[in-house]
């Protein structure tokens, strides 16, 4: 989890926002800085080093840096999107948010350097209400990637076993589920948030891989390719191969023998 610092900031004042145009392999080194910062990349890269830890700015990493730490940078090129504000608290490190989509990071911004320009009624009360808003998305990204490592740990031995045992027949989404000791409701339900399909349907997925793997190597039937995938009856093999790749296994493989 983000460090609690952040958690409970505290926003005083919006100073600025910048656009800044880098240009390639500039070194910067910086001293006991003045305000908080978030820096957003929005093409480009600037690598930063604190403390002996490197972070990367990029489009798909945000960078907060706290009032009065020491750090140098070096920038790739690109246009970064510079915020400046005054917070209640310090800190000694510097924070990086991976996102996939910076979209919305940047739309905020926008708003945020019109709102600071233009000074309609009640900017600053606006501007902060805005930043906020930036530091509650940063926020929720890491809560999202944080409760999805917790997920992927509960339903870490059910996916050993099925990684291990792909082979046994006997495997259903019951036995899965106790391997857990959770309840196979509960199970099903944040398996398939982590993995995008129920764990029943993961077992026939991966299945279907070491399949089309065997069908293309020396095994000498399809029947013995079914039952070393963990198909008794040949006939759900044929039907499971065909809804997955979409032709039958004789197809997909015309020299095996049934």
Known sequence: MVNDVLSNLSINNVVS??????????????QNR???????????????????????SDSQNIIILPKGISYSWISKSGKCLMID???NVTAEEIYSFNITDNSKAIDIFDKLETCLLLKPPYYKIKSLQLLYKLLLLLLDSE??????????????????YITKHYDNPE???????DLTNMSYTYFRKIFAETY?????????????KKAAEMLKSDYNS????????GYNSIYHFSKMFKKHFGISP?????????
């Open 17 to 30: 926002a910048n656009r800044i145009n880098a240009k390639p392999n500039i070194y910067t080194y910086r």
């Open 34 to 56: 003045d305000h908080w910062g978030i820096a957003i990349k929005y093409n480009g890269a600037t690598k930063y080093t604190c403390n002996g830890k490197i972070f990367l």
């Open 85 to 87: 504000f005054d917070a």
């Open 250 to 258: 004789s197809k997909f493989s015309p020299q095996k023998q049934i």
């Open 143 to 160: 809560n999202k990637k944080y409760v999805n490592s917790v997920k992927k740990d509960k339903c870490l031995p059910a996916l050993e």
């Open 171 to 177: 495997i259903n989404g019951k036995f899965l589920s």
């Open 196 to 208: 995008g399909c129920a764990p029943m349907e993961y077992l026939h997925i991966q299945r279907m």
């Open 222 to 229: 399809i029947k013995s390719i079914s039952e070393s995938v």
